[in-house]
């Protein structure tokens, strides 16, 4: 599965970390965030799974910093592509992207959402599953500046590696092996993921 080469890309030995670990850590949420087949959120558990159980100073700072920067680099490389594609007669493949990403109906919570709360609704759509697509077209359609959107989009992606980090912080706890902790890491991240959409279907057949 990708998430399991990815995850083995970020659990190099504690000798070779900082030279393997954490620039293959920057690059997979920076290609994540440009293109969400990667499941970023699962990788930063997993990496902090890693640095929980190392000798190393500053160890989760760093992951901490790694991915929210790369997040917020690779958030911020997509709306320039978007706005891009916005301004021009004949689109881009960015901006398709984006909007198959965004079916009408979430578009138009967004959009919603984003007119009531303004850049707030930046930081929730970075915490909920498949929230930041439609939110950032809500962004591009509202003809929101690349500055304005960074500004708000800043402290959404902190906020999202703080909380992926915990959930690896607590599975790195919970076991004496680091496998065993990014496997309940992994696993948790999945959940998270899975649970609102089960509950949508529940809802609407309720």
């Given at each position: 599965?990708?998430?399991?080469?990815?995850?083995?890309?970020?659990?190099?030995?504690?000798?070779?970390?900082?030279?393997?670990?954490?620039?293959?850590?920057?690059?997979?949420?920076?290609f994540?965030?440009?293109?969400?087949?990667?499941?970023?959120g699962?990788?930063?558990?997993?990496?902090?799974?890693?640095?929980?159980?190392?000798?190393a100073?500053?160890?989760?700072?760093?992951?901490?910093?790694?991915?929210?920067?790369?997040?917020?680099?690779?958030?911020?490389?997509?709306?320039?592509?978007?706005?891009?594609?916005?301004?021009?007669?004949?689109?881009?493949?960015?901006?398709?992207?984006?909007?198959?990403?965004?079916?009408?109906?979430r578009?138009?919570?967004?959009?919603?959402?984003?007119?009531?709360?303004?850049?707030?609704?930046?930081?929730?759509?970075?915490?909920?599953?498949?929230?930041?697509?439609?939110?950032?077209?809500?962004?591009?359609?509202?003809?929101?500046?690349?500055?304005?959107?960074?500004?708000?989009?800043?402290?959404?992606?902190?906020?999202?590696?703080a909380t992926?980090?915990?959930?690896?912080?607590?599975?790195?706890?919970?076991?004496?092996?680091?496998?065993?902790?990014?496997?309940a890491?992994?696993?948790?991240?999945?959940?998270?993921?899975?649970?609102?959409?089960?509950?949508?279907?529940?809802?609407?057949?309720?």
């Open positions: 599965m990708t998430w399991l080469a990815a995850t083995a890309a970020i659990v190099p030995p504690e000798s070779t970390q900082r030279a393997i670990g954490y620039p293959s850590l920057f690059l997979l949420v920076l994540g965030a440009l293109v969400p087949v990667i499941p970023t699962a990788l930063v558990s997993s990496a902090a799974v890693v640095a929980f159980h190392q000798t100073p500053f160890a989760l700072a760093l992951v901490f910093v790694t991915a929210s920067l790369a997040a917020f680099l690779g958030d911020a490389a997509l709306y320039w592509l978007g706005r891009r594609g916005m301004g021009s007669k004949n689109g881009s493949r960015w901006l398709e992207a984006i909007r198959a990403r965004a079916p009408e109906e578009l138009a919570q967004a959009q919603g959402k984003l007119a009531e709360h303004g850049v707030a609704v930046l930081v929730l759509s970075r915490l909920v599953p498949a929230g930041r697509i439609p939110v950032m077209l809500a962004c591009l359609v509202a003809e929101w500046p690349l500055r304005r959107f960074a500004r708000g989009n800043l402290p959404a992606c902190l906020a999202w590696a992926y980090q915990v959930i690896g912080i607590l599975g790195g706890s919970l076991f004496p092996e680091p496998w065993q902790g990014v496997v890491a992994v696993a948790l991240t999945v959940v998270i993921s899975v649970v609102p959409s089960v509950w949508k279907r529940v809802r609407s057949a309720g």
